[in-house]
């Protein structure tokens, strides 16, 4: 997958971005990079989270 | 339980990431959720929804064997981790940690703050660092977390996380007026976190458990007036979980009233409904049966595991 396509999948759905040059840059210069979501764990809503 | 909000827009934006290679961290902040007196701070409970969620990211189309799994109690067992928890702390002022509370969902101008509410936002920031992550996802509405953890980053020469913010998504009967609060400086981004923090009702979000009837009937009482695009949460539903850059949909209704109709866009979506051309009953309709297709794996993979579902109904409200 070319850097445009992975910056494609990446940021599509998303309010913001910050910031979308970094992100591009990084996904020229990584193959692997680390990424995360947290979050909290409760029943109602993960606060880390959209609801 | 959790709600198709965070399941479907954090499930489907997971996936798009690993598609997209990147090493992807599930953090299950156990330590976070006690500091926010979730459950009244029990951990056992706090775990077990912690295990539960695993569950459910895998039947939300998250391999276990793609994702790593990290409890922020482990990353916590070490000097190093604490030592970056007070240099983070060691660039911020109170002030501003405490203008950054509301990533918990707690109210910026509290008065009755506790010492602990302190420790959330540098840890939030900490934790980023000591994974080592490029890239930090999250809603919106911690984007005061992920600012905090950029500039003491660039402070201390650790680098800068990208953040990457996905949309809240609003509950069925829209925005409601009384939602009020303060959560951040912007008006609108404020009205978006004190509608998600002012208290719903079950009926008011969809969980990813619900059996198509259920959806249904949740769906079929959602605000959606015809041609109102403002506030509609099912234009919302569409345009955030629906269209994702995947090509259109096939609009599904009666052949008295037009037939099947192919949507290309969710733009040409809110021009046909704004115009009157598409009625909310097939707007309705379409979105159950859409979102009930998406969840079917869900209902599938817990029937054959019921488990970790029943442990969560027997916890109560946390």
Not at chain 2, 124 to 142: H, K, P, S, T, Y
Not at chain 2, 266 to 273: H, I, P, S
Not at chain 2, 289 to 301: D, Q
Request: charge should be neutral; glycine fraction near 8%.
């Amino acid at each position: 997958m070319d850097p445009d396509e992975r910056v494609q999948l990446a940021t599509r759905g998303t309010v913001e971005i910050i910031q979308r040059g970094e992100l591009e840059r990084l996904l020229v210069e990584n193959e692997r990079p680390r990424a995360y979501w947290g979050f909290e764990c409760s029943g109602m809503r993960a606060i880390a989270c959209t609801e | 339980m959790m709600h198709v909000g965070q399941g479907l827009v954090c499930g489907d934006k997971i996936q798009d990431l690993i598609r997209a290679g990147f090493q992807f961290t599930i953090f299950l902040a156990d330590y976070h959720s006690m500091i926010n007196n979730k459950y009244g701070g029990d951990l056992q409970k706090i775990r077990t929804t912690g295990e539960y969620f695993q569950h459910c990211f895998t039947a939300l189309g998250v391999p276990r064997e793609k994702v790593e799994y990290i409890w922020a109690s482990d990353l916590a067992d070490s000097k190093e981790y604490w030592e970056r928890v007070l240099r983070v702390a060691r660039t911020v002022s109170t002030q501003r940690v405490l203008r950054a509370i509301p990533i918990m969902g707690r109210d910026m101008k509290s008065k009755d703050t506790d010492a602990a509410a302190i420790f959330y936002p540098c840890m939030q920031a900490a934790d980023i660092f000591e994974m080592r992550l490029d890239v930090a996802c999250a809603g919106i509405d911690q984007r005061k977390a992920h600012i905090l953890a950029r500039e003491a980053g660039e402070r201390l020469n650790w680098g800068k996380p990208v953040s990457l913010h996905t949309p809240i998504l609003m509950g069925l009967h829209g925005v409601p007026d009384t939602a009020a609060g303060s959560y951040d400086e912007d008006p609108k981004l404020n009205r978006v976190i004190a509608a998600k923090m002012s208290k719903s009702k079950p009926e008011d979000n969809i969980l990813i458990h619900d059996e198509p009837e259920v959806v249904e009937q949740k769906i079929g009482r959602a605000f959606c007036p015809a041609g109102v695009v403002e506030g509609n949460p099912i234009l919302e539903y569409f345009r955030i979980l629906v269209f994702r850059g995947n090509g259109g949909i096939q609009l599904e209704r009666d052949p008295k009233y037009g037939g099947k109709v192919e949507v290309e866009t969710y733009q040409q979506l809110e021009e046909a409904f704004a115009a009157g051309k598409i009625h909310p009953k097939d707007l309705k309709s379409n979105i159950s049966r859409i979102l009930s297709e998406k969840l079917a794996p869900v209902r599938e993979y817990f029937r054959k595991h019921p488990k970790p579902l029943e442990e969560m109904r027997s916890l109560g409200a946390g």
